[in-house]
């Protein structure tokens, strides 16, 4: 039976951005009832990284629990709609393709839909997958609306995230979790102090000379990795050669003319591209490999391919992919960049983030610091990082480019068993399954390693339960009921000026 004084009392958060303040606000929300004292330390002389705005949809559910409405989140952060990524020259020059935030078609008779689509590509059709999606024959024709709470129709089936300025994000969280109790304390720390008998952290020193203790120490301290690198030498299990991009220059640029409800990441020499449309301006960035590429190159590259006037300078950012051996030591825990870093390319940052601070309030300790709880943490996290890790080589992997040096390491690379799995065996009849409850379900797998160019030897022989003529009808009218509900939607720009205007 847990001690009643055994709870517990005070937690300190060393560092802000995004990662400190999503970990304050929920904290704060979530152990509100146990009177549970906590401190954010951070020092205005330490910039925050962030290489991109953008989201998935699970932000939502977390925006929901800190009690942030979305109206509200959209102004304050300047934010529009997402619908997905549009992927520029990846799988060749001159290609595209779109991942979408939802569902291709409609499952029939418990027979998946990409299966019957599988099955007419066989017979000679050339219909895109993109045609029986909602997300992304929408995005095309820059409109967006809500999903409707209706059945029987595609409106009920819209997925979308946001664009947003992540600075503004972390400001507006800061103030919700300062309404909450937490408090700010302006410092940079310049010691620590172990405990004797176990080696846990005891305190924090800042550079005024105040020193801060707590039962709780989470390090939102970004690639610097205060505590958990400096203080515990927690070895960093480096991935850069699967994920070779080591490097990045972002800069803003005026707001588009159109606004289009998706992300667009465009493959280029070295790297990609990204392009992310607010409300009041474009966020721009490349991620390249300064092994096959300099920083100069790929600086003009990116300003090269910009639209309109440039907001700012470029600033550049560099980064290892990979991730902590472990992320929870003792009693203190990495969250955001301090517990690893995984490119943007699929804008999971923030939902790292999102997932570490669910993880640790389910897991929530006592000072017992249980050893079952905390190898339970790390394995879950070890595991979502690979998991995210094998969707983003796929990106790569699967390309027919070999233009650049860059591309042909990428084409020819050794791959995880774990991905190489999953790849053979859609190349087998196009099968998807998703595994322990991983973060990209069969439609994103669907849509990447199709868009890549990944083809399969045949089809599951499920999908051969209508006549070739039957399927047609039916793929035919799904296609069509699509294409309607799509031309219904709104422009994109008017909605958000008219729902959200910053």
């Given amino acids: 039976m847990r001690k009643p004084d055994n709870a517990i009392k005070k937690v ?29 330390v951070e020092s205005d002389q330490i910039g925050t990284i962030g290489v991109g705005e953008a989201s998935i949809p699970h932000i939502k559910t977390f925006n929901r629990h800190v009690g942030i409405t979305e109206k509200d989140f959209m102004s304050r952060t300047q934010a529009t709609f997402k619908l997905g990524i549009e992927f520029v020259d990846w799988k060749q020059k001159g290609h595209q393709y779109f991942h979408p935030f939802g569902p291709y078609g409609v499952d029939m008779d418990g027979v998946s839909f990409h299966a019957f689509w599988q099955r ?36 009920s089936e819209i997925g979308y995230a946001y664009h947003f ?11 919700i979790a300062e309404n909450k109790g937490v408090r700010r ?35 939102c301290s970004g690639f610097y990795g205060l505590l958990i690198d400096k203080v515990f030498k927690v070895p960093f299990v480096d991935w850069s050669h699967y994920l070779p991009n080591n490097s990045a220059w972002a800069v803003g640029s005026e707001k588009l003319t159109s606004q289009p409800p998706f992300t667009r990441s465009t493959a280029v ?35 090269q391919n910009i639209e309109g006037k440039l ?10 992919t990979g991730h902590r051996a472990q992320f929870w030591v003792k009693n203190c825990v990495a969250i955001g960049l301090s517990s690893g870093f995984l490119e943007p390319l699929e804008s999971t940052s923030i939902h790292l983030i999102q997932s570490g601070i669910s993880r640790l309030i389910r897991l929530f300790p006592d000072l017992d610091f249980e050893q079952i709880d905390i190898d339970h943490f790390n394995e879950q996290s070890v595991t979502e990082f690979q998991q995210i890790r094998d969707f983003l080589i796929c990106h790569y992997k699967v390309t027919e480019r070999t233009d650049s040096s860059y591309w042909q390491f990428c084409k020819n690379m050794e791959i ?32 990447v390693m199709v868009g890549q ?17 039957e399927l047609k009808k039916r793929m035919s009218d799904i296609k069509h009921i699509i294409d309607v509900n799509a031309k219904s939607m709104p422009e994109h720009g008017a909605y958000v000026e008219n729902y959200c205007k910053m």
């Fill in 12 to 40: 300190i958060i060393v560092g802000g951005g995004t990662a400190g303040w999503m970990s304050a606000s929920a904290l704060a929300n979530s152990l509100k009832k146990n009177s549970v004292d906590i401190t954010l």
């Fill in 120 to 155: 007419l590509q066989t017979c000679g059709h050339s219909d895109t997958l993109d045609q029986y999606n909602i997300m992304a024959m929408a995005a095309k024709q820059h409109r967006f609306r809500h999903p409707v709470q209706q059945k029987n129709t595609p409106l």
């Fill in 165 to 175: 300025d992540s600075a503004l994000y972390a400001s507006y969280l800061r103030g």
């Fill in 185 to 219: 304390i302006e410092g940079k720390v310049v010691n620590t102090t172990l405990r004797n008998d176990n080696g846990f952290l005891k305190s924090i020193t800042l550079e005024n000379g105040q020193t801060l203790e707590a039962d709780l120490f989470i390090d």
């Fill in 269 to 303: 020499e070295a790297g990609w591209q990204w392009r992310i449309p607010l409300q009041s301006r474009t966020g721009n960035g490349i991620v390249y490999s300064n092994v096959h590429t300099d920083d100069q190159s790929a600086q003009d590259t990116l300003l």
């Fill in 311 to 320: 907001v700012g300078e470029p600033r550049k950012i560099s980064f290892k």
């Fill in 416 to 447: 995880p068993d774990s991905l190489s799995r999953k790849l053979s065996l859609f190349e087998s009849r196009g099968r998807i399954f998703r595994e322990n409850e991983e973060l990209f379900n069969r439609y994103s797998w669907l849509a």
């Fill in 453 to 469: 160019g990944l083809t399969s030897r045949g089809y599951d022989a499920n999908a051969d339960i209508y006549s070739e003529q």
